[in-house]
């Protein structure tokens, strides 16, 4: 909101001078518009969920009324793009459960027409449960308010909403209430939104995107756009991103970035607070959420994915795409398998959600220099006719009888199945080798796999007759095809990189079904 200066953000504006347009077409050139087609449906989509959510508390509480559904992310910022998802806020009264969510809620989302994919992953850190309605990816949280029904006139502003609420109520409530004051604090909502495609575009494109594995999500880049935006409240998104790379270059980090002052507020739940609490002092590129209670959008950001960021953080580059497979000589391979598709959907996002633990853990070996995460796994289905080749597929082999295999060639063939496989990457950058040394490097990366091991057969709902994890080191050369585009040449050996580095050896289990 405007203070009392007459300016939006924490500091007076960098400059108020006008600039020009130049960059709308650019931006449909590179096809980050949706069609009315796309629209249209999207519209519908949600149209069906709102029915569904009042459907659905009817079903879990009858004494209970109402049900309400907001959007928030790329589609409430209105940032809305061909194949994007919807994320989702499902806010239900007191008598409905979080259980109730999970189980009748995703239950009625199983048998509903149209409706795949579905996906709860009720212990995340914001419970959450994943599907597709119409193709069309929807990612729905939940928050159970202190209220014995729900309004259809209903907004999330009123911080009193916040009372008598869980910590995970709390996160998804601040979702959609962190959107709206977005939308309140810039000066100019269309300047902002073209500004902000841009700058997730080239994020998307460099394989920085991705709040799960260390860097900025949605949130995040929203949120530094959007203090660029309050910098130079007049000029228009071309000058915006331009000046987002200056400043961001050249930002002092830890120093936090703020839309507004931080607001201690009446109730009794934590805001974020470096000089209170020492989490809060570890955060190395504190972004923080304008919404009471605010919190930090970056607590994922590594050291290794920090310098990823900041390497690579130039104007010049604006619509490459990134070079992730060609950058490094080493790459750790995190091979999650099932025979099931449904499963390998909650298995390959659990082995996910924890990567980042041993991102951290290698950061801490002594001659690597840097654990890259890419931004997502690759998805393989291969239709196997023995326990053998099932074998060779869980542990990222394959053969070209394998690869060619379609569905109908295994039907009838006792014994035969198919094996659902994601695969994940880490970049290794090692410490060169000190000129004149003549003894062979080791990296001894044993103990930061195999914890990562343990840490995801630990998912309660492990089953190791059923699931397969596979950790292991491979050379550039060997990258498989499916990782380049067509037509995209296998990676050179990255340049100053020692030619003798001696790996320990590597950890996993596959499935036996």
Same mark, same amino acid.
């Given at each position: 909101?405007?203070?009392?200066?007459?300016?939006?953000?924490?500091?007076?504006?960098?400059?108020?001078?006008?600039?020009?347009?130049?960059?709308?077409?650019?931006?449909?050139?590179?096809?980050?518009?949706?069609?009315?087609?796309?629209?249209?449906?999207?519209?519908?989509?949600?149209?069906?969920?709102?029915?569904?959510?009042?459907?659905?508390?009817?079903?879990?509480?009858?004494?209970?009324?109402?049900?309400?559904?907001?959007?928030?992310?790329?589609?409430?910022?209105?940032?809305?793009?061909?194949?994007?998802?919807?994320?989702?806020?499902?806010?239900?009264?007191?008598?409905?459960?979080?259980?109730?969510?999970?189980?009748?809620?995703?239950?009625?989302?199983?048998?509903?027409?149209?409706?795949?994919?579905?996906?709860?992953?009720?212990?995340?850190?914001?419970?959450?449960?994943?599907?597709?309605?119409?193709?069309?990816?929807?990612?729905? *949280?939940?928050? $159970?308010?202190?209220? %014995?029904?729900?309004?259809?006139?209903? /907004?999330? +502003?009123?911080?009193? !909403?916040?009372? =008598? *609420?869980?910590? $995970?109520?709390?996160? %998804?409530?601040?979702?959609?209430?962190? /959107?709206? +004051?977005?939308?309140? !604090?810039?000066? =100019?909502?269309?300047?902002?939104?073209?500004?902000?495609?841009?700058?997730r575009l080239w994020a998307s494109r460099r394989?920085?995107?991705?709040?799960?594995?260390?860097?900025?999500?949605?949130?995040?880049?929203?949120?530094?756009?959007?203090?660029?935006?309050?910098?130079?409240?007049?000029?228009?998104?071309?000058?915006?991103?331009?000046?987002?790379?200056?400043?961001?270059?050249?930002?002092?980090?830890?120093?936090?970035?703020?839309?507004?002052?931080?607001?201690?507020?009446?109730?009794?739940?934590?805001?974020?607070?470096?000089?209170?609490?020492?989490?809060?002092?570890?955060?190395?590129?504190?972004?923080?959420?304008?919404?009471?209670?605010?919190?930090?959008?970056?607590?994922?950001?590594?050291?290794?994915?920090?310098?990823?960021?900041?390497?690579?953080?130039?104007?010049?580059?604006?619509?490459?795409?990134?070079?992730?497979?060609?950058?490094?000589?080493?790459?750790?391979?995190?091979?999650?398998?099932?025979?099931?598709?449904?499963?390998?959907?909650?298995?390959?996002?659990?082995?996910?959600?924890?990567?980042?633990?041993?991102?951290?853990?290698?950061?801490?070996?002594?001659?690597?220099?840097?654990?890259?995460?890419?931004?997502?796994?690759?998805?393989?289905?291969?239709?196997?006719?023995?326990?053998?080749?099932?074998?060779?597929?869980?542990?990222?082999?394959?053969?070209?009888?394998?690869?060619?295999?379609?569905?109908?060639?295994?039907?009838?063939?006792?014994?035969?199945?198919?094996?659902?496989?994601?695969?994940?990457?880490?970049?290794?950058?090692?410490?060169?080798?000190?000129?004149?040394?003549?003894?062979?490097?080791?990296?001894?990366?044993?103990?930061?796999?195999?914890?990562?091991?343990?840490?995801?057969?630990?998912?309660?709902?492990?089953?190791?007759?059923?699931?397969?994890?596979?950790?292991?080191?491979?050379?550039?050369?060997?990258?498989?095809?499916?990782?380049?585009?067509?037509?995209?040449?296998q990676p050179p050996v990255a340049r100053n990189?020692?030619?003798?580095?001696?790996?320990?050896?590597?950890?996993?289990?596959?499935?036996?079904?």
């Open positions: 909101m405007d203070n009392s200066q007459g300016y939006l953000g924490v500091t007076p504006p960098i400059s108020i001078m006008e600039s020009s347009e130049r960059e709308k077409e650019e931006l449909r050139r590179q096809n980050t518009m949706e069609s009315d087609e796309e629209a249209r449906t999207r519209e519908i989509v949600l149209g069906r969920l709102a029915a569904l959510v009042k459907s659905f508390v009817k079903t879990a509480a009858a004494e209970a009324s109402g049900g309400k559904i907001f959007t928030f992310g790329s589609y409430r910022l209105g940032m809305r793009g061909p194949g994007s998802d919807i994320d989702t806020l499902c806010v239900v009264p007191k008598h409905v459960s979080r259980e109730d969510f999970f189980d009748v809620f995703e239950g009625i989302l199983r048998n509903t027409e149209g409706v795949t994919d579905v996906s709860g992953v009720p212990d995340a850190y914001i419970p959450i449960i994943k599907l597709k309605v119409s193709g069309i990816p929807i990612y729905f *949280l939940m928050a $159970r308010l202190a209220l %014995s029904s729900i309004p259809d006139d209903l /907004t999330l +502003q009123d911080d009193n !909403l916040l009372r =008598n *609420l869980d910590d $995970r109520c709390i996160r %998804s409530l601040g979702a959609s209430r962190v /959107t709206d +004051q977005i939308l309140r !604090l810039v000066p =100019n909502v269309t300047i902002f939104r073209d500004a902000l495609r841009c700058i394989a920085i995107y991705s709040n799960m594995n260390g860097f900025l999500g949605d949130v995040a880049w929203s949120l530094l756009v959007a203090r660029i935006c309050q910098l130079y409240p007049n000029a228009v998104a071309g000058a915006i991103v331009s000046r987002f790379f200056i400043i961001m270059y050249q930002w002092d980090w830890p120093q936090p970035v703020l839309l507004k002052h931080i607001e201690d507020g009446p109730l009794p739940v934590r805001v974020w607070n470096p000089r209170l609490y020492p989490v809060d002092r570890a955060h190395r590129m504190p972004i923080i959420t304008p919404a009471y209670p605010a919190m930090c959008a970056t607590h994922n950001v590594t050291a290794s994915t920090q310098m990823v960021i900041a390497g690579i953080a130039e104007w010049s580059e604006l619509f490459t795409k990134h070079d992730f497979f060609h950058k490094y000589r080493y790459y750790l391979q995190i091979i999650a398998s099932t025979g099931d598709h449904e499963l390998q959907i909650k298995w390959a996002g659990t082995v996910e959600s924890r990567l980042r633990q041993m991102v951290m853990n290698l950061e801490l070996v002594e001659s690597l220099t840097l654990a890259h995460p890419f931004v997502k796994g690759f998805e393989q289905v291969a239709y196997c006719v023995s326990d053998e080749e099932v074998r060779l597929i869980a542990q990222g082999e394959t053969t070209k009888v394998i690869a060619k295999r379609k569905p109908e060639d295994i039907e009838g063939i006792e014994g035969a199945r198919p094996v659902y496989s994601t695969t994940f990457y880490v970049g290794l950058g090692i410490e060169a080798k000190q000129p004149g040394s003549t003894v062979p490097q080791r990296l001894d990366i044993s103990w930061p796999t195999s914890e990562f091991v343990k840490i995801v057969r630990s998912w309660d709902k492990f089953d190791e007759v059923k699931m397969g994890i596979m950790v292991r080191h491979i050379k550039s050369s060997a990258l498989p095809d499916y990782v380049f585009d067509p037509g995209e040449r990189w020692p030619k003798q580095t001696k790996f320990s050896h590597f950890y996993g289990a596959t499935p036996r079904t």
